[in-house]
């Protein structure tokens, strides 16, 4: 899932000194966001979560009509109220063994 909050990271790790060799100039990136624009969400979301810093990647799922989080934060994980809030809007919260697992023994036409 994009979301701005990815495409400002981007912009901000296009920038960065190390990068200068490949002449990455300023006129470059506005290019990528022209381009990414139309794909990313505007919608925000009142997301109740502990870590502020995970804000943008739930909206992101949201936006993106996700089925599933995969992700390996143990905070995030461990975050019982913010997973019954995503459950309630249809979006799981798996780790990567979780989901292979699920995906592995999955039969044709289950559910989550």
Do not use: C, K, N
Request: charged residues 25%.
């Amino acid at each position: 899932m994009a979301s701005w909050h990815v495409a400002q990271e981007l912009a901000d790790v296009l920038r960065r000194p190390r990068l200068r060799r490949y002449e990455i100039e300023q006129r470059d990136i506005e290019d990528v966001f022209r381009l990414l624009a139309p794909a990313l969400p505007t919608a925000d979301f009142d997301v109740p979560i502990r870590d502020p810093d995970d804000a943008p990647v739930v909206a992101a799922a949201l936006a993106g009509a996700a089925d599933v989080i995969v992700t390996g934060d143990r905070a995030f994980l461990a975050d019982a109220a913010l997973r019954t809030w995503l459950s309630d809007r249809g979006v799981r919260v798996a780790t990567p063994v979780e989901l292979l697992a699920l995906t592995y023994l999955a039969a044709p036409g289950a559910t989550w």
